[in-house]
C-alpha cells in the first residue's frame, strides 16, 4: 500500500489533517487520536510499519 492510498483510507475513517511537521503530517480525529503520516506519497509503506497503522485505523 502506498502512502496516498493510506491517506484516503485514514480520510475516509474520520481522520482529518491538522499539522505539518518536518517530515510528516498529522491527521486527527473527531476522539483526538493522531495518525502520523510521512510525506512519500508515491513510495510503499514498510511492512511493520504498515501492520502497526492498520491497528490503529482499525482494519
Not at 495518525?35 to 512519500?40: D, K, N, T
Request: positive net charge.
Amino acid at each position: 500500500m502506498k502512502w496516498k492510498e493510506l491517506i484516503k483510507i485514514a480520510t475516509d475513517k474520520g481522520y482529518r489533517f491538522y499539522a505539518h511537521g518536518k517530515k510528516h503530517d498529522i491527521y486527527v480525529n473527531d476522539n483526538g487520536e493522531r495518525l502520523i503520516v510521512e510525506r512519500h506519497g508515491s513510495q510503499e509503506i514498510r511492512k511493520g510499519l504498515m501492520n502497526s497503522l492498520k491497528k490503529q485505523l482499525g482494519f
